[in-house]
């Protein structure tokens, strides 16, 4: 490694540790105030709060990482312009690409460091954050726990509320079926629990169909044949509450494997998995944003209009990442919505930015 190289790449550390720990440190201040009412009104332990916050860093480090990457370039190539270093070794025939190389590799091996980081850190800190978020009636999580459905052998199981918390289960519908698929019976219940391997309903509706092939009639179900109401109803059911925990749960709680297993099994079993499917590759979409934007940060910092110092290459940092994730978030959107293709959503925002910084670099060249 050559002087020059050895010298952006001391500084590129040197500010990445720096940028980093202030960043996690503004985002926290902001996500205690924003959270802190919440916990009070549900009393929840001091200790439970700071580990809640303690959890919370290795989230904020992944989603910020490459918000850094982007800073601490601009911040090294600034401070080289505005002490005219880029313009003395221009002259001295130092090729930008050769100033690029240790900028590249650094933001190529935050990349690889941040997918590990992810992959074995962050799920499990996500899932304790959740725990005791959902112990004190926060929901943070972005799947929602209404309207689950579930089918279980010649069973689907629909449930209006899940609340995993207490394994309260509010609005479930059981529909019992034929080996034609037909319906033969409905039961409805206000809420359900789980007690020793068995379901345990409340507020029960239970309607028996005419036809199909269970009574022996026609194909189609003609309508309810019988009525009744129960106060109380046990049910042996193939679901527990574990099946809907999976079935309820966040991208973020999952490692990429896990995920893929989870997406796997989900569309076997014939749910419309396109959100995970999304996620899934932004698994490996989003960490490689350090790379590109070490690139989008030389990029602009190169062509002199960050000479000002470090206020203007924040300023500048700031509006790039609002920018990147504005156009990440609407292309996961899209990707979400069918309108593009699951594996491409993730990858469209890495696209444009990297050819805008690669058309950038080769003009200052």
Known sequence: MSIIHRYITAAFVRYFSMVLVMVVAIYLSVDFLGRIDNFIEDQVPVGKIALFFLLKIPLIVSQITPVGVLLTVLIIFGLMNKNNEIIALKSSGISVFYLLV??????ALVSVILFMFSEVVVPISVSEANQIAEASDETPRTVPRENIWIRSAQNIVHVKYYRPADEMFSGMTIYFLDREFNLVRRIDALSAQYHQGRWELTG????????????????????????????????DLAVSPEDFRRVARESGEMNFIALGRYLQKAESDGYDATRYRVDFHAKTAFPLVCLVMSLMGAAVALGGTTRDGMAVSFAYGIIIAFVYWSVYSFCLSLGYGG?????????????MFGLAAAVMLLNLE
């Not at 309108?339 to 696209?351: I, K």
Request: glycine share 12%.
């Open 339 to 351: 309108m593009l293709p699951a594996w491409l959503a993730p990858w469209c925002a890495n696209a």
């Open 204 to 235: 029960c509706m239970e309607q028996s169909f005419r036809g199909g092939a269970a009574n022996g009639g026609d194909s189609e179900p003609k309508g309810p044949s019988q009525v009744r109401q129960y106060d109380q109803k046990q049910l």
């Open 102 to 107: 240790p900028v590249a590799a650094m933001g």
